[in-house]
């Protein structure tokens, strides 16, 4: 079981457009950010490798290539924003590699704007041309109502985005003991924790957490908000994610408290 950073950036990834700071022209490869997002990849007890996204992010495509995934069981989606959603009609491939529709896993209000902006995927009768689109299967969910997949478990934490409530994610195996970095929570664009979903972070050994920047920001924790939030919760281990161009990895990572980190693309935890 093992679970894969494939960005850690912000909505603009880095390095951004125009911008000559410290980060953006940075030859360590750590503080190149694509977009954030996350797969989960496991073998189920029939022998079968399967594969979970968290969010499909605007650059999905490059970040399936460099992992080299050949499949996509499903996708749970932690909001709507377009840094979160903009990359799903890249999994069509996925349809046509695997013969099988791809399960999506979101919240009612999530559901509803995706099949705005993907009117083509989700009202395919009334294109004018019928084309190569995704095929999808969807599952609504709710907070703290678990969807078990293949020998998985995920929970969904009601988190806040500014005003915006938007999910998170506690994922761990159903049936066998957990073994490191499970149980694992996500939990991306966070900045605030209601009081009903701390108890679903308990427990963990590794916590994804939002962490922007220094400066405080009405929508993201920054880094201390995620430090003082992170030692609350206590995981083993802390990563964290949604990182902006403010932050150079080689500056920031070695004052961070013991056992939290900021995380990078292509960072795998697990084996």
Same mark, same amino acid.
């Given at each position: 079981m093992r679970f894969i950073f494939l960005g850690t950036g912000t909505s603009s990834g880095i390095p951004i457009i125009a911008c000559r700071c410290d980060v953006c022209r940075s030859d360590d490869p750590r503080d190149t950010r694509l977009r954030s997002g996350a797969a989960v990849t496991w073998t189920d007890a029939s022998g079968n =490798?399967?594969?979970?996204?968290l969010d499909a992010t605007p650059d999905l495509r490059q970040q399936v290539l460099l992992h080299d995934f050949w499949r996509c069981d499903a996708i749970f989606f932690t909001h709507h924003h377009v840094d979160h959603i903009f990359g799903l009609d890249e999994v069509r491939r996925f349809n046509a590699v695997m013969n099988s529709p791809i399960d999506i896993y979101a919240e009612p209000r999530v559901v509803q704007?995706? =099949?705005?902006?993907?009117k083509h995927i989700f009202d395919r009768p009334n294109n004018i041309n019928d084309s190569f689109v995704a095929s999808l299967i969807t599952f609504r969910l709710h907070p703290a109502e678990p969807v078990e997949l293949h020998g998985m478990r995920f929970t969904p934490i009601r988190l806040l985005h500014g005003r915006l409530p938007i999910l998170g994610y506690r994922i761990e195996p159903i049936d066998e003991e957990p073994k490191p970095p499970f149980p694992l929570a996500y939990c991306t664009d966070v900045s605030g924790i209601p009081p009903e979903s701390w108890a679903l972070l308990e427990g963990l050994d590794t916590l994804i957490l939002d962490a922007l920047r220094i400066r405080k920001h009405p929508t /993201?924790?920054?880094? +201390?908000?995620?430090?003082?939030?992170? &030692?609350? @919760?206590?995981?083993?281990? %802390?990563?964290? %994610? /949604? @990182?902006? /161009? =403010?932050?150079?990895? &080689?500056?920031? +990572?070695? +004052?961070l408290p013991e056992g939290m980190n900021l995380a990078y693309d292509g960072l795998v935890l697990g084996h």
């Open positions: =490798e399967r594969v979970v996204f704007n995706l =099949e705005r902006v993907y /993201h924790f920054n880094l +201390d908000q995620a430090c003082n939030a992170a &030692a609350r @919760i206590g995981a083993r281990q %802390t990563w964290f %994610t /949604h @990182i902006a /161009h =403010e932050l150079l990895h &080689a500056r920031v +990572d070695p +004052d």
